[in-house]
C-alpha cells in the first residue's frame, strides 16, 4: 500500500512527543547530516515512512530514502551492502543470513511493531464467511495446483465456481509467513495464483471479483475496508473463527496469522551519528505513528528493550581506547 496516507495525529500531545523526540539526537538536528539508504518490506514501508517524514522536519540535512521491494528483495540489497537498513516483514532466514556474512555485514534486528495478516474476499461474496486453516491450507498447497479449482472443492455447500486466488509475491516476507504457518513451508504453495509485490494490485483484483479469495497486511484491509470483507480464520484449536482486528492481533488470539515486523540495521551504519538519530528517533515515536498508520504497536517496555538493544549494539562497535 504505497499510496497509504500518513495523516498525523493532529494533537498537542503528539506534537510535543515528536519535538521531545527531536531532541534525542543531542540537540544537533539541524547540523547533522548524510544520507540513510532504506529498502525492504512493502508491509513495513508505510511505518517506516512515516517516520522517515517526521525525522526529516527534525534533521532537515539528513537525506533519508525508503524503497520497497520485498523482504526477500530488500534483503537481497542488504546484504550486497547497498542499503543500511531494510525493513522486513519475516525474520531473516538462514540464506540472507549468510549472504550477508558472506560480504562481511554484521546487523541488529530490531521490533518494531505486530501485524495481522488479513484472508479477505470480495463484499458480494455471502458463502465464505470463516474458513479454517486447513481449508486455506488445501487452497494454497502445491499440490492444489490444477485440482483446487472451484469453490465447492472447499466446502460443498459453497458455488461451482471458479475460485480466483491472490496474494504477495515470492519475494514478499507476507508470502514466506503465510506459506510457513499454513502450508507448513515457507515459499512453498500452488504457482498460478496472481502474485504481486504491490498491495494495491491486489486490492483492486479482489475488490473486482466476486469468487477472489486472497491474503495480505491486515493495514492494507483497514485502508480499503469499503471495497473489501475480511474472513473470519478458525485456527481449530478451540477457540472457533476469529477476525483480525487490532486487539485480536495484540492479545494473539488471532493465530497464526499475526506477527512482529522489524528493521535490520547494518553495523557500519550503525556507526555514523545520522543513522543512531534515526534509529532511535523510530522507536521513540513508534507508539504513536506506528498506530496511526494501521500497525499494531509494541509495549512501552518492548520499545525500551528494542532500543536497549540497538544502543548496546552501537556500544559494542566502538573502538576500544588505550584505557580500555
Known amino acids: 500500500m504505497r499510496t497509504l496516507a500518513h495523516a498525523l495525529i493532529p494533537s498537542i500531545l503528539f506534537v510535543a512527543l515528536l519535538s521531545s523526540c527531536g531532541g534525542s539526537g543531542g540537540g544537533n538536528g539541524e547540523t547533522l547530516s548524510g544520507n540513510i539508504r532504506i529498502d525492504g518490506s512493502s508491509t513495513v514501508y508505510p511505518i517506516t515512512e512515516a517516520v522517515a517524514e517526521e525525522f526529516r522536519k527534525d534533521y532537515p540535512r539528513v537525506r533519508v530514502t525508503v524503497g520497497y521491494s520485498g523482504t526477500g528483495g530488500g534483503f537481497k540489497k542488504f546484504g550486497r551492502g547497498d542499503t543500511d537498513i531494510t525493513n522486513a516483514s519475516k525474520a531473516i532466514n538462514a540464506e540472507q543470513a549468510q549472504l550477508c556474512h558472506d560480504n562481511n555485514i554484521s546487523y541488529v534486528e530490531v ?50 465456481e471458479e475460485i480466483h486466488l491472490y496474494g504477495p509475491g515470492v519475494a514478499s516476507g507476507t508470502y514466506d509467513y503465510f506459506t510457513e504457518v499454513v502450508v507448513g513451508k515457507a515459499h512453498s504453495s500452488r504457482g498460478d495464483f496472481t502474485a504481486s509485490e504491490d498491495d494495491n494490485v491486489l486490492v483492486q483484483g479482489i475488490a473486482s471479483d466476486k469468487y ?40 494473539k488470539s488471532y493465530s497464526p496469522l499475526s506477527r512482529p515486523l522489524f528493521i535490520y540495521v547494518n553495523s557500519e551504519a550503525a556507526k555514523r551519528p545520522e543513522a543512531q538519530a534515526f534509529v532511535n528517533f523510530y522507536l521513540e515515536t513508534a507508539p504513536v505513528l506506528v498506530e496511526e498508520v494501521g500497525y499494531i504497536a509494541l509495549t512501552d517496555e518492548e520499545y525500551d528493550r528494542e532500543q536497549k538493544k540497538f544502543n548496546d549494539f552501537v556500544e559494542s562497535l566502538q573502538p576500544l581506547t588505550a584505557s580500555d
Not at 131 to 148: D, H
Not at 232 to 239: H, P, R, T
Open 111 to 160: 521490533e518494531v511493531a505486530y501485524d495481522g495478516m488479513a484472508v479477505v474476499a470480495h463484499p458480494q461474496n455471502d458463502w465464505c464467511q470463516t474458513i479454517t486453516v486447513s481449508e486455506l491450507k488445501k487452497i494454497w498447497e502445491p499440490a492444489a495446483q490444477k485440482t483446487i479449482m472451484r469453490w465447492n472443492q472447499i466446502r460443498p455447500e459453497w458455488p461451482n
Open 212 to 251: 477472489a479469495l486472497g491474503f495480505f497486511g491486515l493495514a492494507y484491509f483497514e485502508e480499503n475496508k469499503d471495497k473489501l470483507r475480511l474472513v473470519g480464520v478458525d485456527n481449530e484449536q478451540g477457540g472457533g473463527p476469529v477476525i483480525p482486528t487490532l486487539e485480536t492481533v495484540k492479545n
